[in-house]
């Protein structure tokens, strides 16, 4: 049981909470939600002990074991495995007084020792640990894999291996699907329901919250209310309490209307598949969510495209990958006024090849591209956010894109985007990765594209961003092709789903929860080993596995290569870094050298991205060619 008793804490001169009281009950799973900035990390740290209440009390159980997911990784030369297997303090301590008692041949300590390992199931530590790897997306290759060989958005994953696999009381989460993928957010849902003990989770992923939790504790106006049940029923709760405000009710009822409006014109158009079905029903939920969120600083939508020729943009027997590895195999596309796609697959399978191909930042292997005159593009990515102009305002990055407009005009605009004030002229450097993303996002809709190319555009944003983004993605006039984790935004905003598997894009006939029952029929057949047919003579398996070692060499040797690159790629970040680190090369007369040690860094980052991507394809190759029985 935690309690928080009339409490009060100041962050400097601001006041996140004012006199709050709450209890959170032992196996209570609760979503702590609420703006960028209220106090939900300030909370986590007073729970953990690192911070205290300037008023009131705090008290949870004495001797709770407390999990949360460590902000940095160490780059260590133990493997991945004995990394997670860390999380587990207890096993970690028996097992180096074990040590102790073997040296000092005390047979009848070693004898006590060993029944404590047994009690805590430690023998199968290592099995637990290669579970979670397994889950959050690492093949069997990568368990043996130095900590340090593995990216910024891979050690995440593997500081959150590490946390689950603590035996805890309580688990705080702070965004701990920011780094995953459809696949493993899917995972950590199953794992989280099943947990024990008592959860904490700070998300902005709806369906997430709505899968895991049993409480919600929204976080407003320096206080925190406890609602009971999931997302959805904080959201209605919500909705009812605010349209008592008779202002808030207003716009509320303008908002619903508006919503109404587009299911309508949506539901006049949509064929009776699954698919248009299933985003019929996303469509007419909105209307409630809207009413729970109408005090959302964002406001923001796209305007007409203008010209919209069809096709937009066609890539016909296309193959793409990197260097001599091949990604995408002969793969056809048109892409048409109006569509609306979202594309599904697993990690490495090639979602982001596919949507830098289709935004031209690389060329194809063979095949060809043919876009229109009038193509204009708005391509969405995380590396886009390392282009910034650290030292440039938000203004000054509008100003650059129209250079006509006025600095009202302007100004006005970002206020959409929660822009404003001394926030739309100071310097992007000290933005949030959340207020980076908004900034991004606001050139790309002032630019009026008619196609949208959106690779993961939700990592950091807030709830609130998130459903205005899905709110004007809904009124988008021109085609759109989204890659995403958070299940609501593609319900909400597609009416086609693809599928990116062994190099081929195909239709996915069913709808999201589909998808669901697919990814996890596909890990049970990935965990289940498959048996040769009884048929098979010695000869035909002798054959096998002759070609498979052949297949092995090939692929290891591969896999050796991109390590090296990888590694030379790291160095050179390092080395960019250092340079960057020196505060003299922020001043005027460095500012030249300043911007091409910022591209070259970018241009690194996609490099090594690239080959991180190939490298998780090549193991995740190796791990399919194993020796038939």
Request: aromatic share 6%; proline share 2%.
């Amino acid at each position: 049981m935690l309690k928080f008793e009339n409490l009060s804490i100041r962050r400097g001169v601001r006041e996140l909470f004012r006199d709050v009281t709450f209890t959170i009950h032992e196996r209570n799973k609760v979503g702590i939600t609420g703006a960028n900035g209220v106090g939900k990390s300030s909370l986590f740290a007073l729970i953990r002990g690192k911070m205290s209440a300037d008023l009131g009390n705090f008290s949870l159980p004495a001797r709770t074991v407390i999990a949360h997911v460590a902000q940095e990784t160490p780059a260590v030369d133990k493997s991945a495995l004995d990394y997670v297997i860390d999380g587990d303090e207890e096993l970690r301590g028996i097992e180096q007084k074990i040590s102790v008692a073997e040296q000092d041949n005390d047979g009848e300590k070693l004898g006590h020792l060993y029944h404590d390992l047994e009690v805590i199931n430690g023998y199968t530590a290592a099995s637990r640990a290669g579970q979670l790897l397994h889950g959050l997306g690492f093949s069997s290759a990568q368990e043996q894999l130095p900590v340090a060989t593995f990216s910024g958005g891979w050690r995440m994953r593997l500081n959150l291996a590490q946390a689950l696999m603590c035996r805890s009381d309580l688990l705080l989460l702070d965004e701990p699907t920011n780094h995953l993928d459809l696949e493993a957010v899917i995972w950590l849902e199953d794992w989280l329901k099943a947990y024990p003990g008592t959860l904490l989770l700070i998300s902005h992923d709806r369906d997430f919250l709505d899968r895991v939790t049993t409480h919600i504790a929204h976080m407003e106006q320096e206080g925190i209310v406890l609602y009971t049940g999931n997302y959805t029923a904080f959201e209605k709760m919500r909705a009812e309490r605010l349209a008592n405000q008779q202002a808030a009710y207003e716009k509320q009822q303008r908002e619903v209307k508006h919503m109404q409006s587009f299911v309508d014109r949506f539901r006049a158009k949509a064929t009776k598949a699954r698919q248009a079905q299933s985003r019929i029903k996303a469509l007419e939920r909105m209307t409630m969510i809207s009413q729970a969120h109408v005090d959302s600083p964002f406001d923001f939508h796209f305007s007409e495209t203008g010209n919209m020729p069809n096709p937009l943009l066609s890539i016909d027997e296309v193959t793409a990958g990197y260097d001599d590895t091949i990604i995408l195999n002969k793969v056809r596309m048109t892409i048409a006024a109006g569509d609306r796609i979202g594309l599904l697959g697993h990690n490495g399978a090639g979602k982001s090849t596919l949507i830098k191909l289709l935004a031209g930042e690389i060329n194809p292997m063979s095949g060809g591209r043919v876009e229109a005159k009038a193509l204009n593009i708005g391509y969405f990515a995380q590396h886009q956010l390392e282009q910034l102009d650290l030292e440039a305002s938000a203004l000054l990055h509008l100003q650059r894109i129209d250079k006509r407009a006025s600095e009202a005009q302007l100004r006005k605009y970002l206020g959409g985007f929660a822009f404003s004030g001394d926030m739309a002229t100071s310097p992007v450097a000290p933005f949030s990765g959340g207020e980076k993303a908004r900034l991004v996002l606001a050139m790309i809709v002032y630019q009026k594209p008619n196609l949208l190319l959106l690779d993961e555009p939700t990592n950091h944003l807030d709830i609130e961003m998130r459903l205005a983004l899905s709110i004007a993605l809904q009124e988008f006039e021109g085609a759109m092709i989204i890659v995403s984790h958070d299940r609501h935004m593609l319900r909400t905003v597609t009416d086609t789903l693809l599928l990116v598997h062994d190099g081929q894009v195909d239709d996915f006939t069913g709808d999201l929860d589909d998808y669901q029952a697919w990814v996890k029929e596909s890990n049970k057949d990935k965990a289940t080993p498959k048996k040769s047919d009884k048929g098979n003579t010695k000869k035909v398996q002798r054959q096998q596995s002759a070609e498979q070692r052949k297949q092995k060499k090939t692929v290891t040797a591969q896999i050796r290569n991109l390590e090296k690159s990888i590694e030379k790629h790291n160095k050179k970040l390092a080395t960019l870094l250092e340079n960057l680190a020196d505060s003299s090369i922020y001043n005027d007369e460095n500012k030249l050298k300043l911007q091409q040690l910022q591209l070259q860094q970018t241009e690194i980052k996609v490099k090594l991205e690239a080959d991180e991507e190939l490298w998780m394809e090549a193991n995740s190759e190796l791990e399919t060619l194993t020796e038939p029985d």
